[in-house]
T-cell receptor, first 117, second 110 residues
Framework: GAGVSQSPSNKVTEKGKDVELRCDPI?????LYWYRQSLGQGLEFLIY????????KSGLPSDRFSAERTGGSVSTLTIQRTQQEDSAVYLC???????????????FGSGTRLTVV | GQSLEQPSEVTAVEGAIVQINCTYQ??????LSWYQQHDGGAPTFLSY????GLEETGRFSSFLSRSDSYGYLLLQELQMKDSASYFC???????????FGSGTQLTVLP
């Protein structure tokens, strides 16, 4: 597609429920990233996928968080047994490989605003 | 690990020039990027510096000094639409993954 698409745009869930957040990257972008942004804060890295390589999961805050990327395209971030501290905007970005270190940069989606009540 | 420092807030008037500074501590540094984010919107890429010096793109310029681990974003002829958060980010590691600062909220006053 023309841009990075994320769904849903807003999600309200009860504490203890599982949620799935979806990201559809730009076609041809081999790299995909998930970041989390709490209100008024910076972007916290969660996980990174590059082609068929094993993902870099070093930013996942707990084992309740997991993500997968199917067919090198769409990615799903799953949060199990949600807690109130999980409330944040979850941003997905895609890029050509190694684009963090180039003038190309990342293209972000508009995010999913997750509220755990 | 990596750490980046930037001011939390900056205020300026329309038509003025403003500079947003960023200092960083990191290893395996590849470059410094800047992103703009309007309230409720997606961060958008503004600029990237890999080498020392000034890069200019229209009203925006970005500077890097690798020896000082320091950079800045310069916004000229400020417009109301420039009110947004600005994030510096460093590309590190073999994957050149971006680590972001906490952001600077720029408010442009009429």
């Amino acid at each position: 597609g023309a841009g990075v698409s994320q769904s849903p745009s807003n999600k309200v869930t009860e504490k203890g429920k599982d949620v799935e957040l979806r990201c559809d990257p730009i076609s041809g972008h081999t790299a995909l990233y998930w970041y989390r942004q709490s209100l008024g804060q910076g972007l916290e890295f969660l996980i990174y996928f590059q082609g068929n390589s094993a993902p870099d999961k070093s930013g996942l805050p707990s084992d309740r968080f997991s993500a997968e990327r199917t067919g090198g395209s769409v990615s799903t971030l799953t949060i199990q047994r949600t807690q109130q501290e999980d409330s944040a905007v979850y941003l997905c970005a895609s890029s050509l490989a190694l684009s963090g270190g180039t003038a190309y940069g990342y293209t972000f989606g508009s995010g999913t605003r997750l509220t755990v009540v | 690990g990596q750490s980046l420092e930037q001011p939390s807030e900056v205020t300026a008037v329309e038509g003025a020039i403003v500079q947003i500074n960023c200092t960083y501590q990191t290893s395996g540094f590849y470059g410094l990027s800047w992103y703009q984010q309007h309230d409720g919107g997606a961060p958008t890429f503004l600029s990237y510096n890999a080498l020392d010096g000034l890069e200019e793109t229209g009203r925006f310029s970005s500077f890097l000094s690798r020896s000082d681990s320091y950079g800045y974003l310069l916004l000229q002829e400020l417009q109301m639409k420039d009110s947004a958060s600005y994030f510096c980010a460093v590309a590190v590691g073999s994957a050149r993954q971006l680590t972001f600062g906490s952001g600077t909220q720029l408010t442009v006053l009429p």
